[in-house]
């Protein structure tokens, strides 16, 4: 039997120190965060400092020494930046294991000094893919020397340390004022280092196949159906976030949990918390549930949410002032079923004004989530002890994919979402009754709109901009279709209904039917439309099929 070659040394023997005080460091950040404070404690604790362009410039300005790489290296950074660390006097004073006399030797040989603090955060590509950038400006952010830096101080963790954020620079200043680093801290950052490199080949990689795909989907003039970077997903597919908290628990008490955010969120995980006892597993649940389901429109909106289900769902009416109109549509919302909004999440796609705070006040709610609070809003809610505020980030971002554990992996797909301004019925068929007009029209849309919300099998029903009545997550659709009616009560005559699939029967609709809905919007595609839509024709009921569906399971 032959055996494996070896690719390295053995260094199950070697005793690695428990502390390394750094004579020498590597600094070089895109992220100038705490860089002159971390400069002034390397000073202080008499390290040597070895840095590269900005990051030098920077330092040097502050008033401390620094050399710069080339005087290492012996060769000027250049090709605008590219090649700067990329040099054998850099990566050997890293890589070698000063714990093996021949690495120890060849270092001596080769006039390289070591280094024992390496600091190197990479360029921002996630941040400029998010600004917009063109492509060729997102490539020039691709780090290449950064990435080798810190997977060679990391692979090399016992000799030396690795810090890739400035969250870290004053524990590692600590640790150095106290006699070293130790070796936990040192294995801990290592982990954290690859972690990060990860991460950011991972953002690489799939913005490569996002750009592949647009550009060949521009170039398809030929009338044939090309990929698009909302519909292309890659043949790997890595999750990666930072944990942000630990969660007292999960679901359920006896479940641990934590959250975790994305570099490039820009949503619940990220929301500041401006007041009230931290958030629970269930909590962010539900937030996500009611940012989805305010968002989907574009006039002023607000939904409330019980159990990721919708208590109720409204739009503020044209020609109302800004603060008065989220205040409207919350209104309309709660009225829809104040039993169960008793205890909600509420979320506004605006500001929360004083007046939609005012009435907020006397409801309890678990969580409100707006893109901001005006100040008197934030003084009156603030006064409530248990509600909890989150204000979103800027430009906030529902997801472009879904993402589902199963077990032994997870499901990813695109998500499911509407063009913000489109007119939603010009792509819809009329299958039944008088074509619909003026509020009908908004009703409809709306409904259509707001029931994409509602766990399936989904109905609801809408009047005047407002759901007011709600069936959802039940087995058949009779049932969904029994409990909105129930649920709406008188305020189902008149009012339009949305089902998220087909009618299989024409017992579903025969339930709204009698009570009274006056036009339904749904998908179509039953094997028994010609029943369905024959039951809508007796009634004098306008009916419209969509052609899609809005499952949310």
């Known amino acids: 039997m032959s055996t494996p070659a070896s690719h390295g040394p053995s260094h199950g023997s070697l005793t690695t120190l428990e502390r390394i005080e750094p004579k020498r460091a590597l600094v070089s950040v895109s992220d100038k965060s705490g860089l002159t404070e971390l400069a002034a404690g390397l000073k202080a604790a008499g390290v040597e400092i070895v840095s590269t362009g900005s990051t030098a410039k920077t330092i040097r300005e502050a008033g401390f020494d620094v050399t710069d790489v080339q005087q290492v290296t012996g060769f000027p950074e250049s090709l605008d930046g590219r090649v700067k660390t990329l040099h054998p006097g850099v990566h050997a004073g890293i890589l070698a294991d000063r714990r093996i006399d021949d690495h120890v030797r060849q270092l001596e040989e080769l006039g390289i000094a070591p280094f024992e603090l390496i600091v190197v955060n990479l360029y921002p590509f996630v941040e400029t893919v998010a600004s917009g950038a063109d492509a060729p400006a997102i490539i020039e952010q691709i780090d290449i020397g950064g990435p080798a830096l810190v997977r060679a101080s990391a692979k090399n963790f016992a000799n030396a340390t690795i810090v890739t954020s400035p969250a870290d620079y004053t524990k590692v200043l600590e640790e150095i004022a106290g006699g070293g680093v130790t070796l936990s801290t040192r294995r801990s950052l290592a982990a954290a280092a690859f972690q990060h490199t990860s991460s950011y080949d991972q953002a690489v990689g799939a913005w490569f196949v996002s750009h592949i795909a647009e550009v060949e989907g521009a170039g398809a003039g030929d009338g044939s159906t090309a990929a698009t970077a909302s519909d292309t997903l890659p043949t790997s597919f890595t999750l990666r976030g930072t944990q942000l908290a630990t969660l007292r628990y999960g679901e359920n008490s006896h479940q641990v949990a934590a959250v975790y955010g994305r570099a490039d969120g820009r949503g619940i995980a990220q929301a500041e918390q401006l007041h009230g006892k931290e958030m629970s597993y269930n909590n962010f649940v539900d937030a996500d549930a009611a940012l989805r389901a305010a968002f989907d429109h574009t006039a002023p909106a607000v939904a409330i949410i019980k159990h990721a289900n919708p208590c109720g769902i409204a739009v503020a009416p044209e020609g109302l002032a800004p603060a008065e109109a989220i205040a409207e549509a919350h209104r309309r919302a709660h009225a829809c079923d104040p039993v169960s909004a008793y205890g909600g999440v509420v979320a506004a796609n605006r500001e929360v004004s004083p007046e939609m705070a005012k009435t907020l006040s006397k409801i309890f709610t678990e969580v409100v989530i707006a893109p901001s609070f005006a100040p008197e809003a934030l003084e009156v809610l603030s006064a409530k002890k248990n509600i909890r505020l989150l204000q979103l980030p800027a430009n906030p971002a529902l997801e472009e994919r879904e993402v589902r554990q199963i077990s032994g992996g997870f499901l990813v797909q695109s998500a499911d979402r509407f063009e913000p301004n489109a007119s939603l019925i010009e792509g819809w068929t009329l299958v039944a009754g008088a074509p619909a007009a003026g509020q009908t029209v908004e009703d409809l849309e709306f409904a259509w709109r707001a029931c994409r919300a509602v766990k399936s099998n989904a109905i609801l029903l809408a009047s005047d901009g407002a ?51 006056s036009a339904v919007v749904q998908p179509g595609g039953s094997i028994r439309d010609e029943e369905v839509i024959a039951a809508a024709e007796k009634a004098g009921v306008t009916m419209y099929f969509t052609g899609e569906r809005h499952f949310f399971h």
């Open 467 to 517: 759901s007011v009545g709600v069936g959802m997550g039940q087995v058949n659709r009779v049932d969904s279709c029994h409990l909105a009616v129930s649920r709406a009560g008188e305020r189902a005559a008149g009012s339009v209904a949305a089902s998220d699939a087909f009618f299989p029967f024409a017992d579903g609709l025969e339930v709204l039917l009698e009570a009274g809905v």
